[in-house]
């Protein structure tokens, strides 16, 4: 119900801006489309910040110059739609940098009523309504997120007694820790893992580490972050306590494909040169360069990679060549391989334990 308001009052304050006139929506049209100008403007724009903020400064100047270059011999000269633009910008700097983090994006405002003259109550009104809508949106992606389960998709215990759990991304919400939490307490008593990365595209490097502090010792040192603007690389360790039990020795797999991204790929990383887990599936996304979105003018912003992963065993990431799993095997696949393996495993653990507890009765 909630999006359904949401949804009818955007369609009315698009309703309430377009129904004016229709010379002055043409005018707005006519206002996003990109003339020489305004092209060079943000190439300008772009390769200043490039030069600025992104991680590497020498692969920045590299591709600051071949959009230079790219403008220069009229690469861009034909492109009037602000969309069509932002993608072969794209396109550019990830020929030159292959980050795959860095992306261009269009994001026109809606178009401004036409002249009035009660202009001064109309623009308040419409300010009120950008207000409203703004503040609408940002309800609707907490409310996203909560319907969503923070991007805990599906927990389950399978039969042989080994644990699923499908994670989507890696929440930033405080509240999400309390869903991680009752997750790791639903498979604590499982003897084998599967935790399965195939649609996760990243997320909050805090919950990646939440996540694997159940898997690791204490004090065990993940991952690294530097950022380049402060000159300052940030150590992600395991935390000291988790609420639950720790798992540091129960079978575990992860399960990845080529749409693993991000902060999916750490998680995978931390397991893969700890050799606490088997990589079961695709060589993943590669993207190992965190950073924000910066503003190029009114109309187009820019995800620019600010930092980038060092990992504390390799001294190295997976930017560019993603994560390499154990088992290599087709994503579609890769739960029924993992699975099998799980169970045998799981039987193994069950036994050692048994074993175990025989000698401490004796």
């Known amino acids: 119900m909630f999006s359904v308001k949401y949804h009818y009052l955007k369609i009315s304050a698009l309703m309430m801006l377009s129904i004016f006139s229709t010379a002055s929506f043409s005018q707005a049209i006519a206002m996003y489309q990109l003339d020489k100008k305004a092209r060079s403007e943000i190439v300008k724009v772009m390769t200043k910040k490039l030069n600025q903020l992104y991680v590497f400064p020498k692969t920045a100047k590299k591709t600051a110059a071949f959009l230079n270059q790219q403008l220069a011999v009229g690469a861009y000269a034909e492109i ?124 909050s490097p805090d919950m990646v580490r939440f996540i694997c502090s159940y898997f690791f010792a204490a004090n065990t040192h993940l991952n690294s972050l530097y950022w380049r603007e402060a000159d300052f690389t940030e150590e992600y360790w395991t935390l ?88 290599k095997i087709s994503a579609d696949k890769s739960f029924d391989k993992a699975y099998q393996l799980a169970k045998i495993s799981a039987d193994k653990f069950r036994l050692k334990a048994l074993e175990g507890k025989l000698v401490l009765d004796k």
């Open 80 to 203: 009037i739609d602000g969309k069509a633009f932002a993608d072969k910008l794209t396109k550019d700097v990830q020929s030159i940098n292959h980050d795959k983090h860095m992306r261009v994006r269009f994001t026109p405002p809606p178009p401004p009523p036409p002249p009035s003259e009660n202009m001064s109550s109309m623009n308040n009104a419409v300010t009120e309504l950008s207000h409203r809508q703004d503040k609408l949106e940002q309800l609707t992606r907490a409310r996203r997120n909560q319907e969503e389960n923070y991007g805990f998709y599906k927990v389950e215990r399978l039969e042989g007694n080994v644990g699923y759990l499908d994670l989507r991304y890696f929440s930033g919400n405080e509240k999400a820790k309390s869903t991680a939490i009752a997750a790791m307490q639903l498979l604590e008593n499982t003897d084998a893992l599967i935790l399965d990365m195939r649609k996760n595209t990243g997320g």
């Open 240 to 327: 000291d306590n988790v609420v639950g039990k720790r798992r540091v020795d129960v079978p575990l797999y992860v399960l990845t494909s080529s749409g693993t991204f991000s902060g999916a790929e750490e998680l995978s990383y931390n397991f893969k040169t700890q050799q606490r887990a088997t990589l079961v599936g695709e060589v993943t996304g590669g993207g190992a360069n965190p950073g924000g979105e910066v503003q190029i003018n009114q109309l187009f912003a820019m995800f620019m990679p600010m930092g980038t992963a060092i990992n504390p065993i390799t001294k190295t990431n997976w930017e560019g060549v993603g994560v390499s799993p154990d088992i």
